[in-house]
């Protein structure tokens, strides 16, 4: 059964996609694979074949309309009466949609956030066009997939959709992760520069806290404005911005960390209602947290005591939870960090996935 897998997000470091993609590969599903290089992408290397659809745009807005286009138009070209075809967000739907209608074939929607709400969109034009096209496709969503429980909960409520919950969780590490004694302790944020992160309530906690060096890893639009936050505080010998890194480079400054963070901010349900990345790989690598008191964060936390949770983004106050931590030790949180990176890894949810797909199989073929 072939598998048409589209996504505008970055594929090379997308991790989700690249997850279930896997998934479905090893179960013997003949896997497509479409995204595109807008902001320029290195090569992605799969066991499958990949596609980058060329973006001549030079604004985002127009990219994800030259991007929607041909994406329907190479779907056209490459899909059949079997096959499966594989959404990832909103801003890929559209044209997944229309050739699913056109060709009869089931489509399966993984909504990775509640794209509408994003804080980045916020207040703007386009947030009014995602949510006219949200309220229009996402009903339609006849399979459908999301990251938490609280987004499915929201798609649920909204347009009366039952999505299962596949969430966006490394794989088990199992071999032995080495305790290091670092000085000056390591602080670490890992994933996209933008707003709404906590990244520079985090910048500005490091006035209060001596022998810790702060270490970004990622990009985004605000990585030149954090920059440039870091000079004007003098903390330049604090702070390093590390850049993107593959999922195996991330992991293995992940695992040398004495604490992470995951402090996003309100600027939405599509981060209120998050389960981020980072969680999940931190607690794989048994690295101690310190969290904002989201939702699923709590539950991530009420489960396993993997850190502790910070209630707002006061500087000083987020100072004192990574003291509160890095005054713990590492060690102190590793018997709960075990039992959630048990629980929280990717072999617990792969037999969802398959289940989900083995049930479109049976309905339409």
Request: some cysteine.
């Amino acid at each position: 059964m072939k598998v048409i897998v589209s996504a505008f997000s970055n594929l090379y470091t997308d991790q989700r996609i690249e997850k279930v993609c896997e998934t479905l590969h090893n179960a013997g599903y003949e896997i497509k694979l479409i995204g595109n290089d807008w902001g320029g992408m290195e090569a992605v290397k799969r066991p499958y074949p990949v596609k980058l659809i060329a973006i001549s745009s030079k604004s985002l807005k127009t990219a994800y309309a030259e991007f929607n286009w041909k994406l329907f138009k190479l779907l056209k070209q490459t899909a059949d009466k079997n096959t499966i075809l594989l959404a990832n967000d909103l801003d890929a739907l559209y044209p997944n949609y229309i050739l699913a209608k056109k060709l009869g074939i089931p489509l399966v929607f993984d909504s990775h956030e509640i794209f509408s709400e994003m804080p980045a969109i916020q207040g703007k034009i386009s947030q009014k066009i995602w949510r006219v096209l949200e309220r229009k496709l996402v009903p339609e969503m006849k399979y459908m997939m999301t990251e938490s429980f609280s987004y499915a909960r929201w798609f649920s409520e909204k347009y009366s959709v039952d999505p299962i919950v596949i969430r966006n969780i490394p794989r088990r590490i199992t071999e032995r992760i080495e305790m290091l004694n670092n000085n000056p302790k390591i602080l670490l944020y890992q994933g996209v520069i933008n707003q709404s992160r906590g990244i520079s309530q985090a910048i500005l906690s490091l006035k209060f806290l001596t022998g810790v060096i702060f270490k970004i890893v990622g990009d985004g639009p605000k990585r030149v404005e954090y920059e440039q936050m870091v000079r004007d505080q003098n903390l330049e010998n604090k702070v390093q911005f590390l850049g993107k890194l593959t999922p195996t480079e991330l992991r293995k400054v992940t695992i040398t960390a004495d604490v992470a963070l995951s402090i996003e901010e309100n600027g939405g349900v599509s981060y209120l209602y998050s389960l981020p990345n980072k969680v999940s790989d931190c607690i794989q690598a048994r690295v101690p947290l310190v969290m904002i008191n989201f939702p699923e964060m709590m539950r991530v936390y009420n489960q396993f005591k993997v850190g502790e949770i910070v209630e707002n983004h006061n500087p000083e106050n987020l100072a004192n939870k990574i003291k509160t931590v890095l005054e713990n030790g590492r060690t102190f949180y590793q018997s709960e960090l075990g039992k959630a990176a048990e629980e929280l890894c990717w072999e617990n949810e792969e037999p969802k996935i398959l289940q989900l797909f083995k049930k479109v199989e049976k309905e339409n073929f």
